[in-house]
């Protein structure tokens, strides 16, 4: 059974910084490509970056030079460093794991910037 747990989300200022945590059981973090997503109030989720299972990064305008996304392979686990937040980054934070079966997702960890 594959599980995705996010944590380190939080209450921070505009200008601060978070890291988020997406630890994955029941799947290589390592072997698929792992994502980051966001749902604000009233808004569609949105997705926010991706890790490849080769490397690779990308990530939407909006976070692009201020997220990182990053991967532990011995925790089985990503990260998403979020630097200089705004307050238009509250949102729910969502990991995404998809291998060639199906796509999984976490329970989602609250991020709230204050102004």
């Known amino acids: 059974q594959v599980q995705l747990v996010e944590s380190g989300g939080g209450l921070v200022q505009a200008g601060g910084s978070l890291r988020l945590s997406c630890t994955a059981s029941?799947?290589?973090?390592?072997?698929?490509?792992m994502y980051w997503h966001r749902q604000a109030p009233g808004k569609q989720r949105e997705w926010v970056a991706t890790?490849?299972?080769?490397?690779?990064?990308i990530y939407a305008d909006s976070v692009k030079g201020r997220f990182t996304v990053s991967r532990d392979n011995a925790k089985n686990t990503v990260y998403l460093q979020m630097n200089n937040l705004k307050p238009e980054d509250t949102a729910i934070y969502y990991c995404?794991?998809?291998?060639?079966?199906?796509?999984?997702w976490g329970q989602g960890t609250q991020v709230t910037v204050s102004s």
């Open positions: 890790i490849t299972s080769g490397d690779r990064t």
């Open positions: 995404r794991a998809a291998d060639a079966w199906s796509a999984y």
């Open positions: 029941g799947i290589s973090a390592k072997n698929n490509n």
